[in-house]
């Protein structure tokens, strides 16, 4: 069977493509230096914070958004309440969290789980007064840090190696590697999506 | 047509190349919560105002802790205590557990909410007289991730996926468990 100069050219090609693509897929990153919350985020990249929070609360959230202002394009700058995109709230809440976050969408409705695929219109973020008063003004900044970074979209890194704030205990980041503020790794992921 | 063929790979390892960033975790259920952890049975048992094994009666209702435009919202179970190892909860009591059915922003898929029937090992803060939880009943809530194991066939199970006290209790029967806690107790 006779094959033709055109076919042959078309099946090295072919060969050449698999190959090709074959090496891009194994060179892709094996482990993810930053997470989304899901497709959701800010529509703007000028950001408003406010507090409701005890005053307690504002130094290590004022000094927490401050860092995130690292980022390439997306600025958080705090106002008077009302109208805001992000308000810090405080309380004896009870059990269980340090600090949690809450992302309204502009399609309505407020999330507390992932995946939040509509762009956001509000995000509220709380403070656990029982286990959150005592802390050294760092270790809450580490939190405020935390819980802004859910703001900006971004959502936990399954570990350490290398540390985020993002990892999904704040206070153990703080509190191992001495880092309340955001890594190149948590900006990275902020400035990929704003 | 073979040609055509082999634009398309072109075009599909283009698009390959250019999501060389992370993939973003849309696939999995998991919260916005930083949790507060405890990392030691001892720390737990000292930290806890009781600690009872109890049947989940039925849901009594939901608590709501207000602030803001996403208030903190509770579920509250009529509970039965089988045994109590430490503190005075009572033979029945109201328990408190973080999230509620159907409410997205009380909504925590690492810790699933009770059902009744179940059989679980709860480590309790006693928030009875605490402001926003006062209404004269005797209530406890239940103290974060840590502090709640399923009882299956005389076994324990972390309620949440997320405790980190899951290789020190999963698998162990209730009364090595328990034997662990009294010791702590004491």
């Known amino acids: 069977m006779q094959v033709s100069p055109l076919t042959r050219v078309i099946a090295l090609t072919r060969a050449v493509l698999l190959t090709v693509a074959l090496m891009l897929v194994q060179t892709q990153p094996t482990s993810a230096h930053y997470q989304y919350n899901g497709a959701g985020q800010w529509r703007h990249t000028s950001l408003t914070w406010c507090s409701y929070a005890a005053s307690i609360y504002d130094g290590p959230t004022a000094s927490a958004a401050s860092s995130w202002n690292a980022a390439l394009r997306l600025r958080v700058n705090q106002v008077l309440c009302g109208p805001e995109d992000i308000g810090t709230y405080s309380g004896d809440y009870g059990c269980c969290f340090d600090a949690r976050t809450v992302i309204c969408v502009v399609t309505g409705g407020c999330f507390s789980a992932i995946p939040i695929n509509s762009d956001y219109s509000y995000v509220q973020i709380q403070y656990n007064s029982p286990y959150m008063s005592n802390m050294t003004d760092q270790l809450k900044q580490a939190i405020a840090c935390h819980e802004l970074g859910h703001s900006f979209s971004l959502f936990h890194v399954p570990d350490t190696n290398p540390p985020h704030i993002m990892y999904g205990d704040a206070a153990y980041v703080y509190r191992t590697f001495g880092i309340y503020y955001p890594t190149i790794h948590d900006l990275d992921g902020v400035n990929a999506r704003y | ?186």
């Open chain 2, 1 to 186: 047509m073979r040609l055509g063929v082999a634009a398309l790979l072109l075009t599909l390892m283009a698009a390959c190349g250019a999501s060389a960033s992370p993939a973003a975790s849309d696939g999995s259920r998991e919260s916005l919560a930083d949790w507060h952890h405890v990392d030691s049975l001892t720390d737990l048992v000292q930290s806890a105002d009781a600690i009872a094994r109890v049947i989940v009666v039925q849901k009594s209702g939901e608590e709501i802790v207000a602030g803001g435009r996403a208030p903190v919202a509770f579920t509250a179970y009529q509970v039965r205590a089988l045994r109590v190892l430490k503190g005075e909860p009572g033979a029945t009591f109201t328990l408190l557990q973080l999230g509620r059915a159907g409410d997205t922003a009380n909504t925590y898929p690492e810790f699933p909410l009770l059902t009744s029937g179940t059989e679980v090992l709860v480590f309790l803060r006693d928030v009875s007289q605490l402001p926003n939880f006062q209404d004269g009943r005797r209530k406890f809530q239940i103290v974060g991730l840590e502090g709640a194991y399923v009882v299956t066939q005389g076994r324990m199970r972390s309620l949440s996926s997320e405790s980190k006290l899951r290789p020190v209790v999963d698998g162990k029967t209730t009364s090595e468990v328990e034997s662990l806690i009294l010791g702590a107790v004491r």
